[in-house]
């Protein structure tokens, strides 16, 4: 109990919103956590439904703030933004976006994944397959901003996120990632930060102001954890030895960041020093032009592993950014993480606290819930850790949802709730010792994370949004 305190002044200190909203992916702070109380522990298709919408696919999560629900989705390859009426459920509006590319993505992601930030009137909505877009509470287009195309085989996943005036959106790929900071109201880009280090990434920026400092951006990308200040874009500190492809998104609770980093080859003891460009020409550049090609290239793994592995701006050669990304990839190692917050310059050692590599989730982010720190893992794999030592607490499989999860748990009102790729809903009681008290079947494949904003539930399926409440008057547990 000792670190909620904190966790709600960073909350204030950002100028996040109240409970009763959840403008953003997890709500306030991207934290998952809602102070929200008379959540329905059973429901589905047929139970405690306020409402239920048809609505096209998409692998976005609802933002709920004011009177509206906004998703993105996609139907007929045409991509758009929704905003549903907050209690009825009715479509007040739906725009379509621009979509001059079709780009290449893994068969789990999905045009559509980025989650909408609302301030409560107006809305941001983001496509890979075009960039941004502004609209204001009648869906009228405040502005536009084309970005990309993007260099990322596996598609996008992080979303955008406000702070006062300032939206802002993180956009790693191979080759020419950045984070970018937009006056919400003109459309304008205060900065854009260049990310040379990042690759591929997927997580979703979380604000941290100091008690004394500057306010912060802190992103997760691939090889290191930074954290920026929010006004000019400078990175201020950073934490290494990350492996690449992060898509969990971090979360603070006090003066302490937990983030969960899992990419393959880099599990502990599967590290390798690979030496510095310079040798690696005198040993393998035979036509000596200053560049490697894959025939030069003498371990076969690798050389298998040329186009989509090591050629990062897609040359057909390995040039010296290319090798050192690899030599930062076989130095990356697998863990979930705690480092103090604060500090300048790499902060590596003098800040961390613990790690622990068990059980490690690809996709679902980290939760710190009346402080205890959570993580779910694909197959049903729950856990809880001490905060302080990153003891495991307790582990265990959720019966009954043992599948795939790409949906992060989310937590009220003493309980945690957690949605397999299934649609298998599993409510937990909260707590080190955490227990199951209920499992809910919805029947459709969720990919979404739920929100939970004004004593409901809003869970998006493949082919739905859901408004959940006590309609029967059950018993909360």
């Known amino acids: 109990m000792g670190r909620i305190p ?18 953003q992916f997890r709500g306030p702070n991207a934290s998952g956590v809602s102070g929200e109380t008379s959540l329905p522990v059973e429901f589905g298709p047929d139970r405690n439904v306020i409402w239920k919408t048809a609505t096209p696919p998409g692998h976005s999560s609802p933002a709920v703030a004011g009177d509206r629900v906004f998703i993105t989705a996609m139907e007929d390859e045409k991509l758009f933004t929704l905003a549903l009426d907050r209690a009825s459920g009715r479509i007040a ?20 994944a980025a989650t909408p930030a609302t301030d409560g009137r107006n809305v941001y909505a983001f496509f890979q397959d075009f960039g941004l877009l502004a609209y204001g509470p009648d869906g009228e287009e405040l502005w536009r901003m084309p970005l990309g195309p993007f260099n990322n085989p596996f598609g996008h996943g992080s979303s955008p996120v406000l702070s006062g005036d300032m939206l802002l959106m993180q956009c790693d790929q191979d080759a020419g990632s950045f984070l970018l900071a937009i006056d919400k109201r003109s459309g304008r880009v205060k900065w854009r930060t260049e990310r040379p280090h990042a690759q591929r990434g997927y997580a979703t920026p979380v604000l941290y102001r100091p008690p004394e400092g500057k306010l912060q951006a802190l992103v997760a990308g691939s090889y290191r954890l930074s954290g920026y200040d929010l006004a000019t874009g400078e990175e201020l500190w950073w934490v290494r030895r990350l492996p690449w492809q992060v898509k969990p998104t971090p979360v603070i609770a006090g003066d302490v960041v937990y983030f969960v980093t899992y990419s393959g080859e880099s ?31 003498v371990d ?33 190692e697998n863990a979930l993480r705690a480092y103090r917050l604060g500090g300048e310059g790499d902060v590596t050692e003098s800040h961390f606290l613990w790690k622990n590599a068990r059980s490690l989730p690809n996709v679902p982010s980290p939760l710190v819930y009346r402080g205890v720190l959570y993580t779910l893992k694909e197959g049903g794999i729950f856990t809880s850790f001490d905060v302080k030592t990153g003891e495991i607490l307790k582990q265990a499989r959720l019966a009954g949802a043992l599948g795939a999860y ?6 009220a009102d003493g309980k945690i709730y957690a949605i397999s790729d299934e649609g298998n809903a599993t409510v937990l009681r909260a707590g080190e010792q955490w227990a199951p008290i209920a499992l809910n079947k919805l029947g459709s494949v969720c990919k979404a994370t739920p929100a ?19 309609t029967d008057r059950e018993g909360t547990d």
């Open 300 to 332: 076969e793994r690798a050389k298998n592993r040329f186009d989509d592995y090591l050629d990062l701006d897609n040359t057909g050669f390995l040039e010296e950014r290319d090798w050192e990304q690899f030599r930062e990839r076989r130095a990356g």
């Open 267 to 297: 599990d502990p003891g599967q590290q390798e020093v690979i030496p510095p460009f310079e040798e690696a020409l005198a040993q393998l550049d035979r036509d000596k032009d200053g560049r490697l090609s894959k025939d030069e290239i």
């Open 93 to 112: 509006w739906r725009r379509e976006a621009p979509r001059p590319r079709r780009q290449e993505m893994q068969p789990t992601n999905h045009p559509a």
């Open 406 to 411: 790409y949906s992060s748990p989310v937590a």
């Open 6 to 23: 904190g966790l709600i002044l960073v909350l204030c200190w950002a100028g996040l919103p109240a409970a009763s909203e959840w403008p």
């Open 452 to 470: 939970i904003a004004g004593g409901r539930l809003y869970v998006r399926t493949h082919d739905a949004v859901y408004c959940f409440g006590l």
